[in-house]
């Protein structure tokens, strides 16, 4: 759930010079062959135990350099594409794919069991530069108690948080330095058009939403549905987040409750998708493709949910109870093709950082 929460400025105002922390070291480790090295935005997660059994049946020594949010990782791969500091990248999603693509990252793999992964997460399938791991949906969540105490039905819809009952209710994130806050944007872009989307927003704003600069912010002090609103005693019973919040809610509760205390409007998600690649000039390139078909092996597809509140792509691959409880994706997401959001993506934000924020 807090994998793509961090500040996020560079994912929608283009490149920017980044320092290489973490870099120490990389490339003598990564021309190791008995070393691959995975780069990846801060909250990959995994089992150790999952990991160590690859390490095993490998023969590779897995080496994880975690460089920033995804748009940090991703511009700074860019930048030293010709020496990078690893092997494979995992975590360039739909929104950052054709920038990624664009500028040469990665080179032709098609990993072993790709024919296992869900069809409509397959993109580049003629050059097989990127590989499908995982997906969730944005969506907004609402504090159950809060409608329940004011007998109030919370929204369905984006068309929903537009009407005077919900004033002063919804907390967003910023377009321009939020990766949650960008994915709504997309989606009422997705849902309106070009041409509708700025109006919508001009709505939302009369309606009283309120923008904060990340997620943390967002949910944990400004949402009254989450553990961490209830202490900080907020007062916005909606939020864009996860579809996969609620589950989170009730797995890291103690005592756990029987039900999730917020739920997920579904007329409001938009899909996220993240890939993994073998970067062009990686040094190990043989350990790089193992590394790959082992992030779309059955055995880390199941282990990912309830390490990076995601769901596989693999067809049939497994999901916790709690997920499918709480926390199912949307039947009918908003989405928007890679090229489309490369497209527009900077004018967008610029467009609605205009309207919203002055």
């Given at each position: 759930?807090?994998?793509?929460?961090?500040?996020?400025?560079v994912?929608?105002?283009?490149?920017?010079t980044?320092s290489?922390c973490?870099?120490s070291g990389?490339?003598?480790?990564?021309?190791?062959s008995?070393?691959?090295?995975?780069?990846s935005?801060?909250?990959?997660?995994y089992?150790k135990?999952?990991?160590?059994?690859?390490?095993?049946?490998?023969?590779?020594?897995?080496r994880?350099l975690?460089?920033?949010d995804?748009?940090q990782?991703?511009?700074k791969a860019?930048l030293?594409?010709d020496?990078?500091?690893g092997d494979v990248?995992?975590?360039?999603?739909n929104?950052l794919l054709?920038?990624?693509?664009?500028n040469g990252?990665?080179q032709?793999?098609?990993?072993?069991?790709s024919?296992?992964i869900?069809?409509r997460?397959?993109?580049?399938?003629?050059?097989h530069r990127?590989?499908?791991?995982?997906?969730?949906?944005?969506?907004v969540?609402?504090?159950?108690?809060?409608?329940?105490?004011?007998?109030?039905?919370?929204?369905?819809?984006?068309?929903?948080?537009?009407?005077?009952a919900?004033?002063?209710l919804?907390?967003?994130?910023?377009?321009s330095?939020?990766?949650?806050?960008?994915?709504f944007l997309l989606?009422?872009a997705?849902?309106?058009g070009?041409?509708?989307?700025?109006?919508?927003?001009?709505?939302?704003k009369?309606?009283?939403?309120?923008?904060?600069?990340g997620?943390?912010q967002a949910y944990?002090d400004?949402f009254?549905?989450?553990?961490?609103?209830?202490k900080?005693?907020?007062?916005r019973?909606?939020?864009?987040?996860?579809?996969?919040?609620?589950?989170?809610?009730?797995?890291?509760?103690?005592?756990?409750?029987k039900?999730?205390?917020?739920?997920?409007v579904?007329?409001?998600?938009?899909?996220?998708v993240?890939?993994?690649?073998?970067l062009s000039?990686?040094?190990?390139?043989?350990?790089?493709?193992?590394?790959?078909?082992?992030?779309?092996?059955?055995?880390?597809q199941?282990?990912?949910?309830?390490?990076m509140f995601?769901?596989p792509v693999?067809?049939?691959?497994?999901?916790?109870?709690?997920?499918?409880?709480?926390?199912?994706?949307a039947e009918h997401?908003e989405?928007?093709?890679?090229?489309?959001i490369?497209k527009?993506?900077?004018q967008?934000?610029k467009?609605?950082?205009?309207?919203?924020?002055?």
């Amino acid at each position: 759930m807090h994998k793509r929460t961090t500040a996020a400025a560079v994912v929608a105002l283009g490149l920017v010079t980044l320092s290489a922390c973490g870099s120490s070291g990389s490339g003598d480790k990564g021309a190791d062959s008995g070393t691959v090295t995975l780069v990846s935005h801060d909250s990959f997660a995994y089992s150790k135990s999952v990991l160590r059994a690859f390490e095993q049946e490998s023969g590779y020594k897995v080496r994880i350099l975690k460089d920033g949010d995804a748009g940090q990782a991703v511009n700074k791969a860019i930048l030293t594409k010709d020496n990078p500091q690893g092997d494979v990248l995992f975590g360039v999603d739909n929104t950052l794919l054709s920038r990624a693509l664009d500028n040469g990252l990665f080179q032709p793999y098609e990993a072993k069991g790709s024919d296992r992964i869900v069809q409509r997460y397959r993109v580049d399938q003629d050059k097989h530069r990127v590989t499908p791991i995982d997906s969730g949906d944005i969506c907004v969540n609402y504090d159950k108690a809060y409608f329940a105490e004011h007998r109030l039905a919370p929204p369905t819809s984006f068309d929903d948080l537009v009407e005077p009952a919900y004033k002063n209710l919804l907390v967003t994130e910023n377009a321009s330095t939020s990766s949650p806050g960008l994915g709504f944007l997309l989606g009422t872009a997705a849902k309106y058009g070009d041409a509708g989307w700025q109006g919508y927003w001009k709505k939302l704003k009369a309606n009283g939403v309120k923008v904060v600069d990340g997620w943390e912010q967002a949910y944990n002090d400004e949402f009254s549905g989450s553990a961490g609103g209830k202490k900080a005693k907020a007062d916005r019973p909606l939020v864009v987040s996860y579809a996969s919040s609620p589950p989170a809610e009730v797995i890291y509760a103690d005592p756990k409750p029987k039900t999730a205390p917020t739920g997920v409007v579904n007329g409001t998600c938009f899909r996220q998708v993240e890939y993994a690649g073998l970067l062009s000039n990686a040094k190990n390139t043989k350990g790089g493709k193992a590394l790959l078909d082992f992030l779309i092996s059955a055995r880390f597809q199941e282990d990912m949910p309830l390490n990076m509140f995601v769901y596989p792509v693999r067809e049939a691959a497994k999901v916790p109870e709690a997920f499918v409880k709480f926390g199912p994706q949307a039947e009918h997401p908003e989405t928007l093709a890679p090229a489309e959001i490369a497209k527009n993506r900077d004018q967008w934000v610029k467009s609605w950082t205009s309207l919203v924020l002055k």
